[in-house]
């Protein structure tokens, strides 16, 4: 096999990857204001940062953004911000019976629309005069970012309580989810003062430079959201009515019928999801497996491959997405999410033909 190959992965198609992990695809553009500093002869000593909350309170405030994001009703309109890129979207959540059913629509770009309920999520997708409906692998979204039982991810991250802030006129306290060791990115989410809601969530790297942003512009929170609320109803463009989906694949177990295994992980890290689906643009079926943390996706394809492919390592252009792909027995893999790479490294060395 050749030397691994590192470049940026230009021609790879945002709206692709983000298809793969099961986020829509976001842009937004940069502006940069340059302000005039006024530098005192004297200087107070910066604030230190925030230490960590104890287990017990930070657990308190991961449960409260993760229940809000869930179990109120609430729609608006938000900004995703990611490198010089942006894309505005309506959400709306709902509670139905035991449940929430959520519904995410593009609002410039592309037609896109994510329904998701208790039985599952699909993408509907406009294309001229028709409408593709897509199977998702997962049904969670901004404001929806947290696992439903959060406290786990406080064996790998430590939670902080930033400044109040203020986000689409409602106030907010900022809450650092910040990464013990190098195999995660970190979020800063800001709860909204009295429900807990996320209004913002700002993905950042080792050195809390930010990678996307999540905001709202604007927000109804629970009793100000009806059941006859347009955003609740169909776009004009979606002219089909998805059926009701079969429930989505339960956490995966070892097959004696699968041929390659994933013999090391990142520390934390599990598979929650092994199917077998259609890509775009690619012959027959490909495995698809999920490895997360709670917090952090990664994927890895398998794709039958007699020939044996060059090992390949590529980046976006500032970080986020990192993908290394290598030949594994009869499978070409490739591994990528939103993550940092000695992650996305870990389980692509990690695969090896079950013996």
Request: hydrophobic share 40%; net charge positive; with cysteine.
């Amino acid at each position: 096999m050749s030397p691994t190959r590192k470049h940026r992965f230009a021609a790879f198609s945002p709206q692709g990857i983000k298809r793969h992990v099961g986020r829509p695809s976001v842009f937004l553009g940069r502006v940069v204001w340059v302000l005039p500093l006024c530098v005192a002869s004297a200087q107070a000593a910066p604030s230190p940062p925030p230490t960590a909350l104890p287990q017990a309170e930070a657990a308190v405030w991961l449960q409260k953004m993760a229940d809000a994001a869930r179990h109120m009703a609430y729609e608006g309109i938000f900004v995703v911000r990611q490198g010089d890129n942006i894309q505005a979207l309506s959400v709306s959540n709902r509670l139905v019976g035991q449940g929430d059913e959520s519904r995410l629509v593009t609002l410039d770009g592309n037609l896109r629309e994510v329904r998701c309920s208790k039985t599952g999520a699909v993408t509907l997708v406009s294309d001229g005069n028709q409408v593709r409906m897509e199977k998702r692998l997962s049904r969670r979204h901004f404001p929806d970012l947290l696992p439903a039982n959060p406290r786990a991810l406080l064996n790998w991250y430590d939670v902080r309580l930033g400044e109040p802030a203020r986000v689409a006129g409602l106030d907010c306290r900022n809450v650092e989810v910040l990464p013990k060791d190098a195999f995660r990115w970190g979020y800063i989410l800001c709860a909204e003062r009295d429900s807990g809601l996320p209004l913002k969530a700002v993905l950042v790297n080792g050195n809390n430079q930010p990678l996307m942003q999540y905001a709202f512009a604007e927000v109804k929170l629970a009793a100000s959201v009806g059941p006859s609320s347009n955003a609740l109803k169909p776009p004009a463009w979606a002219t089909v009515h998805p059926t009701l989906l079969p429930d989505m694949p339960e956490p995966a177990r070892p097959v004696e019928t699968e041929q390659i295994v994933a013999r090391i992980l990142p520390p934390g890290y599990v598979r929650i999801t092994a199917v077998k689906r259609h890509l775009p643009n690619m012959p027959g079926e490909v495995e698809h497996w999920v490895f997360s943390d709670g917090l952090t996706h990664i994927s890895l394809f398998l794709a039958p491959n007699s020939k044996p492919a060059h090992s390949v390592r590529g980046e976006s252009a500032r970080g986020m997405v990192n993908l290394m792909r290598r030949q594994v027995g009869g499978f070409q893999a490739t591994v990528l999410g939103d993550a940092p790479w000695p992650a996305v490294e870990t389980i692509a060395l990690g695969l090896e033909p079950r013996k």
